[in-house]
């Protein structure tokens, strides 16, 4: 049923949920295994310094990240292709899903900024309507 799967993984607790039930898909329908991670600029970049700092702060992060990404695949003789992305959220997914021809997109509910989401609208619902695949949102 499915061949290529993506799952999001941005450190939040539900991505790794969404993780394990990606990674039992991917076993079940022999699909290939794909993580994006998204590095985004900030909102509204105050200098070009800003925008620096948080790029610095973000390779710390993801890559704590995508090291127990790495390991749980592992453990579970899982091949997983792991993708870092500069841009804004849900416009790089959407643009990765259509380049690389994704049959489902497996997110966690709710990301690292719960309170954001609840005020500005959330990224979960926006990937939901924009996505050009089936999407499976874990809870």
Excluded: W
């Excluded at 993506?6 to 790794?16: K, P, Q, V």
């Excluded at 991670?37 to 070009?48: A, L």
Aim: proline share 2%; hydrophobic share 40%; with cysteine.
């Amino acid at each position: 049923m499915f061949k290529k799967i993506l799952i999001g993984i941005d450190g939040s607790e539900n991505a790794y949920k969404a993780l394990f039930e990606a990674i039992e898909l991917a076993d079940k329908y022999g699909a290939e295994l794909h993580s994006i991670t998204v590095e985004e600029v900030p909102k509204y970049p105050g200098t070009i310094g800003e925008i620096i700092e948080e790029k610095e702060a973000a390779n710390g992060k993801f890559s704590e990240v995508l090291g127990k990404t790495k390991k749980i695949a592992d453990e579970r003789a899982m091949t997983l292709s792991s993708h870092v992305i500069i841009g804004h959220e849900i416009k790089t997914i959407i643009e990765f899903i259509r380049e690389h021809n994704f049959d489902l997109l497996v997110i966690g509910f709710m990301g690292r900024s719960a309170l954001y989401e609840r005020i500005m609208g959330s990224t979960c619902q926006s990937l939901v309507r924009l996505a050009p695949c089936s999407v499976l949102v874990v809870k």
